[in-house]
């Protein structure tokens, strides 16, 4: 998988079924790999693979569903847009690394798409892991101020009462 992985994005579009093929591995790491490989394919030539990435976000392993999530974070905003209900439902991963990814990816969103979530994000000021709450500062500041402003007092409070 890393050798193709190293292939230019176009050549690697032409092998990408072989490695959709791969995500039903036994081995986890084979999974990953084969997730991460996809993420290297154009934002275009991923789209067409989201749904098999997506289902990947269901792994029993938390490496293949962390490397899922980046993965979706490498589509177009708009692209992206259509999965954003499964991105945020890996906000309550049992894993703060996926945690953090979800939180990332939906910062790749446009801040129109991103504004409905942006609750969700606001929870996340206050997880356990420092990472994943520096990643919702950082998503947070990507919203318009009128949808960040929706959400200031709860921010404030938060930042007030919180370390990072």
Do not use: I
Not at 56 to 69: I, M, P, Y
Not at 103 to 110: E, P
Not at 112 to 139: C, F, G, I, W, Y
């Amino acid at each position: 998988m890393k050798t193709l992985g190293e292939l230019s994005a176009e050549a690697l579009a032409s092998h990408a079924a072989a490695v959709v093929a791969k995500l039903e591995h036994s081995d986890a790491g084979v999974r990953r790999a084969a997730v991460e490989t996809l993420g290297k394919l154009s934002a275009e030539a991923l789209a067409s693979h989201a749904a098999a990435v997506l289902a990947k976000l269901e792994d029993s392993n938390s490496g293949v569903r962390q490397a899922a999530v980046e993965t979706l974070g490498k589509l177009s905003a708009e692209a992206l847009a259509p999965h954003a209900a499964a991105v945020l439902a890996k906000l309550e991963d049992s894993d703060e690394d996926v945690r953090q990814a979800a939180v990332q990816t939906l910062g790749k969103l446009s801040a129109e798409a991103l504004a409905p979530h942006a609750a969700a994000v606001v929870a996340k000021l206050e997880d356990s892991n420092r990472d994943v709450r520096l990643a919702a500062v950082e998503t947070l500041g990507k919203l318009s101020a009128e949808a960040l402003a929706s959400h200031a007092a709860a921010v404030l409070a938060k930042l007030e009462h919180s370390y990072f």
